[in-house]
């Protein structure tokens, strides 16, 4: 499990898959300033629960001063 979230790591056989969702999905997480789980159980299946921080209540724009 140690290279599960590297790009193009898979356990599938050849032409079944490219291995690019979770390292996808952990640097989409991770520059969120997120955090990215695995739950494994052997012949159970896996789960990948993650967080991310809320957003601000008031979002900042950025306003055009030559506007």
């Known amino acids: 499990m140690s290279h599960m979230f590297e790009p193009f790591f898979t356990t599938k056989e050849e032409g079944k ?14 520059a969120h ?8 159980e052997p012949s159970q299946g896996s789960v990948f629960p993650f967080t ?9 724009y950025w306003k055009n001063p030559n506007l």
């Open 17 to 30: 898959g490219t291995g690019l969702g979770l390292a996808m999905a952990y640097g989409i997480i991770k």
């Open 33 to 40: 300033k997120g955090v990215l789980l695995c739950q494994s």
């Open 52 to 60: 991310c921080p809320q957003p601000r209540k008031t979002p900042f």
